[in-house]
């Protein structure tokens, strides 16, 4: 039928709330994501651990029960040593955390790369921009959708950890009890997740390349190390170099100081957490300048 | 009634002039941002749509500011220049995408959706990923996620370009159905007889000034000065021309290919129009046709931006 020979019909059907427009961005990205299956493998690589703790959770729920088995001194001995070894506290927590950290990073990379470097590329920005929403909902979108998948290595496991706990026990009064470690428990994910994804989109925004984009990831991820393992071993001999200094260049130990001083209100280094927090604050200060300058309809070509 | 009104809009990016100083007023009805490349015209678009803010001035769309105004963009349809367009998704999957960012429920948003794509002859390829679409289609789906949501303001930057003559025309029909609504619809080209096609009203931008506005005829008169070219097919050619080379308007007069053609060049319209009235009336000398050949856009923006 020529297009021509239609007219317009006006939409009679109710408009949503702006304030939901991000989370349509958030959706469509986590759909996308979650649509690759090289993105699967990498997701159940990164949740081995969480599995693993699954199964020692069911040990120490069970060692009674293992040690009632009857099963020789060797094996109560062993039953024994085993529930000194599998204590659920605090700590256990914070291992499984700080464990997962190490995959953040690959988490991120995967699910960020992309994410604003797309829409350059596609010239999609204008698209945004034009449409009722801020330039704040766009990347509230966007960053959800990392936040979402870091979630989903570091915050949703660790609760459910607890879950399986209460339930392996039978204790769902120790949800209750454990109010304070959720706390921590959730101030140390967004410690750790909310500066990553302000860095990955602000890295993500500055090419229209999704392996320039990833390539710059990598580099934020591995040089600082490597950077300060070498000004560690030639500033060895100097007070004012110390490690405590040296481990404000690096995510890693950024976040070793505040999950110390989070889950055990002491210090890894001995440099004053806040410095810490400072540097991971001005870290998402300097990732929102660079969205505030790239996060716009025009380039201007000089 | 609906307005636009651009009070001494200036954009700058650093030291590089976006546009400088532009003052006018849009009404109701299809309107033409004519310019060559470079002229301003996407970046006065982008103004208009709240996408950049001015550096100087302000834009108003019915007597609010367009800067940082939802209650404004929701009213607003942009077809940009570029793509734009994800590859990824279907037509479909991209106009429900785009409407939902519109603010419209997910069962709306399909049917506004599917509208939306046969209002643009898309439906047969709905299914079909944009990056398997033709230039014109993805020109089609692009025009399409402008108007899902039946934006009061309407703003088109370079719409046709990679059509094909059929799409062209159609979509041609659409722009100029829209502006019949009283809605306000802009659009840019640096084709002139493509503006022409959708409207007689246009602004002319150059190196990011406005040159000229109104309707072509406005601004042809705007431009009288610039002598203007008639092609005249007479029989009498020979008494004909003997006669015009006596009028002070005429500035130079020469025989076309054709033997009974004739090609003057003309300042003061309006004076030679009516000697010749009274040359074809009083001398009874016939003429076959009368054709101003320089009166379309193409000339006029060529006189402007000498």
């Given at each position: 039928?020529?297009?021509?020979?239609?007219?317009?019909?006006?939409?009679?059907?109710?408009?949503?709330?702006?304030?939901?427009?991000?989370?349509?961005?958030?959706?469509?990205?986590?759909?996308?994501?979650?649509?690759?299956?090289?993105?699967?493998?990498?997701?159940?690589?990164?949740?081995?651990?969480?599995?693993?703790?699954?199964?020692?959770?069911?040990?120490?729920?069970?060692?009674?029960?293992?040690?009632?088995?009857?099963?020789?001194?060797?094996?109560?001995?062993?039953?024994?040593?085993?529930?000194?070894?599998?204590?659920?506290?605090?700590?256990?927590?914070?291992?499984?955390?700080?464990?997962?950290?190490?995959?953040?990073?690959?988490?991120?990379?995967?699910?960020?790369?992309?994410?604003?470097?797309?829409?350059?590329?596609?010239?999609?920005?204008?698209?945004?921009?034009?449409?009722?929403?801020?330039?704040?909902?766009?990347?509230?979108?966007?960053?959800?959708?990392?936040?979402?998948?870091?979630?989903?290595?570091?915050?949703?496991?660790?609760?459910?950890?607890?879950?399986?706990?209460?339930?392996?026990?039978?204790?769902?009064?120790?949800?209750?009890?454990?109010?304070?470690?959720?706390?921590?428990?959730?101030?140390?994910?967004?410690?750790?997740?909310?500066?990553?994804?302000?860095?990955?989109?602000?890295?993500?925004?500055?090419?229209?390349?999704?392996?320039?984009?990833?390539?710059?990831?990598?580099?934020?991820?591995?040089?600082?190390?490597?950077?300060?393992?070498?000004?560690?071993?030639?500033?060895?001999?100097?007070?004012?170099?110390?490690?405590?200094?040296?481990?404000?260049?690096?995510?890693?130990?950024?976040?070793?100081?505040?999950?110390?001083?989070?889950?055990?209100?002491?210090?890894?280094?001995?440099?004053?957490?806040?410095?810490?927090?400072?540097?991971?604050?001005?870290?998402?200060?300097?990732?929102?300048?660079?969205?505030?300058?790239?996060?716009?309809?025009?380039?201007?070509?000089? | 009634?609906?307005?636009?009104?651009?009070?001494?809009?200036?954009?700058?990016?650093?030291?590089?002039?976006?546009?400088?100083?532009?003052?006018?007023?849009?009404?109701?009805?299809?309107?033409?941002?004519?310019?060559?490349?470079?002229?301003?015209?996407?970046?006065?678009?982008?103004?208009?749509?709240?996408?950049?803010?001015?550096?100087?001035?302000?834009?108003?769309?019915?007597?609010?500011?367009?800067?940082?105004?939802?209650?404004?963009?929701?009213?607003?349809?942009?077809?940009?220049?570029?793509?734009?367009?994800?590859?990824?998704?279907?037509?479909?999957?991209?106009?429900?995408?785009?409407?939902?960012?519109?603010?419209?429920?997910?069962?709306?948003?399909?049917?506004?959706?599917?509208?939306?794509?046969?209002?643009?002859?898309?439906?047969?390829?709905?299914?079909?990923?944009?990056?398997?679409?033709?230039?014109?289609?993805?020109?089609?789906?692009?025009?399409?996620?402008?108007?899902?949501?039946?934006?009061?303001?309407?703003?088109?930057?370079?719409?046709?370009?990679?059509?094909?003559?059929?799409?062209?025309?159609?979509?041609?029909?659409?722009?100029?159905?829209?502006?019949?609504?009283?809605?306000?619809?802009?659009?840019?080209?640096?084709?002139?007889?493509?503006?022409?096609?959708?409207?007689?009203?246009?602004?002319?931008?150059?190196?990011?000034?406005?040159?000229?506005?109104?309707?072509?005829?406005?601004?042809?008169?705007?431009?009288?000065?610039?002598?203007?070219?008639i092609q005249i097919l007479t029989p009498d050619r020979q008494t004909l021309s003997n006669r015009l080379v006596t009028y002070?308007?005429v500035?130079?007069l020469?025989f076309g290919?054709?033997?009974n053609e004739l090609i003057v060049?003309?300042?003061?319209?309006?004076?030679f129009?009516?000697r010749l009235?009274?040359l074809v009336?009083?001398e009874g000398i016939k003429i076959q046709q009368l054709?101003?050949?320089?009166?379309?856009?193409?000339?006029?923006?060529?006189?402007?931006?000498?």
């Open positions: 039928m020529p297009v021509y020979e239609q007219s317009y019909r006006h939409y009679s059907g109710t408009y949503l709330p702006r304030s939901i427009v991000w989370s349509l961005i958030a959706r469509r990205g986590i759909h996308r994501i979650w649509q690759g299956r090289i993105f699967w493998i990498i997701l159940i690589f990164c949740l081995t651990p969480f599995l693993y703790n699954i199964c020692v959770i069911y040990l120490e729920a069970n060692l009674e029960f293992l040690e009632n088995l009857g099963g020789g001194r060797d094996f109560n001995e062993f039953a024994r040593w085993l529930k000194n070894y599998l204590t659920i506290d605090a700590e256990f927590y914070y291992n499984f955390l700080y464990i997962q950290l190490s995959f953040c990073y690959l988490i991120a990379l995967v699910t960020g790369a992309d994410i604003i470097s797309s829409d350059k590329r596609c010239k999609a920005l204008t698209l945004y921009l034009a449409k009722p929403m801020s330039k704040v909902d766009y990347l509230f979108g966007k960053g959800s959708v990392i936040l979402f998948y870091l979630y989903s290595i570091t915050l949703f496991p660790t609760l459910l950890l607890m879950f399986f706990y209460a339930f392996f026990n039978d204790q769902w009064n120790y949800l209750f009890t454990s109010l304070s470690l959720i706390l921590k428990i959730f101030l140390y994910c967004n410690v750790v997740t909310i500066p990553l994804v302000m860095l990955v989109l602000a890295i993500s925004s500055l090419t229209k390349s999704r392996v320039g984009s990833a390539t710059m990831i990598c580099v934020a991820y591995l040089i600082p190390p490597a950077m300060v393992g070498i000004l560690q071993e030639m500033t060895r001999q100097q007070p004012f170099m110390n490690e405590g200094l040296l481990s404000l260049f690096t995510f890693q130990h950024l976040w070793t100081q505040m999950g110390s001083v989070i889950f055990y209100s002491e210090m890894t280094y001995d440099l004053h957490w806040s410095w810490h927090l400072g540097m991971l604050i001005l870290i998402c200060a300097v990732s929102a300048f660079i969205l505030h300058r790239q996060i716009r309809a025009v380039e201007v070509v000089k | 009634m609906a307005v636009i009104e651009i009070d001494n809009v200036s954009k700058w990016y650093d030291e590089v002039l976006g546009v400088s100083e532009i003052h006018t007023r849009i009404e109701p009805g299809v309107t033409g941002l004519l310019g060559a490349n470079g002229a301003g015209k996407s970046t006065l678009l982008k103004l208009l749509t709240g996408q950049i803010k001015p550096s100087a001035g302000t834009i108003r769309i019915s007597g609010e500011p367009v800067w940082n105004n939802n209650s404004i963009y929701a009213k607003i349809g942009f077809c940009p220049d570029t793509e734009s367009l994800y590859d990824y998704m279907t037509g479909f999957q991209f106009l429900c995408y785009i409407a939902r960012l519109n603010g419209q429920s997910k069962q709306n948003a399909q049917k506004t959706a599917e509208r939306g794509l046969e209002r643009v002859g898309l439906t047969e390829a709905a299914n079909k990923r944009i990056g398997a679409y033709s230039k014109g289609m993805r020109q089609r789906v692009k025009y399409a996620q402008s108007i899902l949501h039946d934006p009061e303001y309407l703003f088109l930057d370079e719409p046709l370009s990679g059509m094909d003559p059929i799409g062209r025309n159609a979509l041609v029909e659409l722009i100029r159905e829209f502006g019949r609504q009283e809605k306000i619809v802009l659009v840019s080209s640096h084709i002139l007889h493509e503006v022409q096609e959708m409207t007689n009203r246009v602004l002319v931008l150059n190196n990011g000034m406005l040159l000229a506005e109104g309707t072509v005829q406005e601004i042809r008169e705007l431009i009288d000065e610039q002598p203007r070219h002070p308007e500035q130079t020469s290919e054709e033997e060049q003309i300042t003061s319209p309006d004076d129009y009516n009235d009274s009336l009083d054709v101003a050949t320089d009166d379309n856009l193409e000339s006029i923006f060529e006189y402007l931006v000498k």
